[in-house]
């Protein structure tokens, strides 16, 4: 797994005590991996264990050869960036100061940012269509456009690989599918790393290079698309039968079509 990019040996997540055990993921750089699974199924709980924001019940994770829980905080902030859904307190900040956020990685001691640094901040405001807004108090904005601005500070602060829960909970169609046109493009122009959680599936299907599934003690698939939406699987993955859902066939229908590559 070490060949890997970004990979984990034997990981174990959870709180008091294990969640979910021996989680093995494999990812090769610029590749997008999708985590999906029911409610309470433990996708944040990994996400935030790959982290650093929970401390593993066991095994580990690796950035290339590095130990992630062994790597300087400044060091990992330079390369990884994490964006979860809590809203961001802010005081009378500006998008545009939220965003700049992004950069203090970079800015040492005091925190000040050169016109190169704004120049970046700017970029990555143009990328995700915040521009428009960034004089504005960023507590005044929609849930949508604050979803959006966070992306940008994220993307600003110029990572190798980033973290991100739910990304699309709070946009409308046409945003989702720009937020994800936007991952695709820094991965291919940048080869960023992203691992991310959907409740999408139409996106995850669309958009993964490859899928970790969970549903209990233990993952319950990982692979490539072509091997998780296969006939049957979404449904046992979702506890979807034809006993809850006879009544209405369309629903079923709806599933079935998600659940195949065809």
């Known amino acids: 797994m070490?060949?890997?990019?970004f990979s984990t040996e034997k990981m174990c997540v959870g709180y008091q005590k294990p969640l979910i055990k021996e989680i093995e993921i494999g990812l090769p750089r610029g590749e997008i991996l999708c985590l999906i699974g029911p409610n309470g199924a433990g996708k944040s709980t990994v996400l935030k264990s790959i982290a650093g924001q929970l401390r593993l019940q066991g095994g580990?994770?690796?950035?290339e050869d590095a130990v992630l829980s062994e790597?300087?905080?400044?060091?990992?902030?330079?390369?990884?960036?994490?964006?979860?859904?809590?809203?961001?307190r802010s005081e009378m900040q500006t998008c545009r100061d939220v965003v700049a956020t992004g950069r203090y990685p970079y800015t040492g001691w005091f925190g000040v940012l050169s016109k190169a640094d704004w120049a970046i901040v700017d970029e990555a405001m143009g990328l995700v269509h915040v521009t428009e807004i960034s004089g504005q108090?960023?507590?005044?904005?929609?849930?949508?456009?604050?979803?959006?601005?966070?992306l940008a500070r994220a993307i600003c602060q110029e990572p190798e690989i980033i973290i991100l829960d739910e990304p699309t909970s709070y946009l409308d169609m046409r945003h989702k599918l720009e937020f994800m046109a936007v991952l695709q493009e820094l991965k291919e122009k940048k080869g960023l790393t992203v691992i991310m959680s959907l409740h999408e599936l139409e996106l995850a299907k669309l958009v993964a290079d490859r899928i970790l599934c969970l549903k209990g003690e233990y993952v319950a698939r990982y692979g490539k698309p072509e091997e998780i939406?296969?006939?049957?699987?979404?449904?046992?993955?979702?506890?979807i039968t034809e006993e809850s859902f006879g009544a209405n066939p369309r629903l079923l229908a709806y599933i079935?079509?998600?659940g195949s590559l065809t």
């Open 71 to 88: 790597m300087k905080r400044e060091d990992l902030a330079r390369r990884m960036s994490v964006l979860f859904t809590e809203k961001l």
């Open 60 to 63: 580990a994770v690796y950035l």
């Open 256 to 258: 079935r079509q998600i």
């Open 2 to 5: 070490k060949n890997f990019y």
């Open 229 to 239: 939406f296969v006939p049957g699987f979404l449904e046992e993955l979702f506890d």
């Open 137 to 150: 108090d960023f507590s005044r904005i929609s849930d949508g456009q604050r979803q959006r601005v966070m």
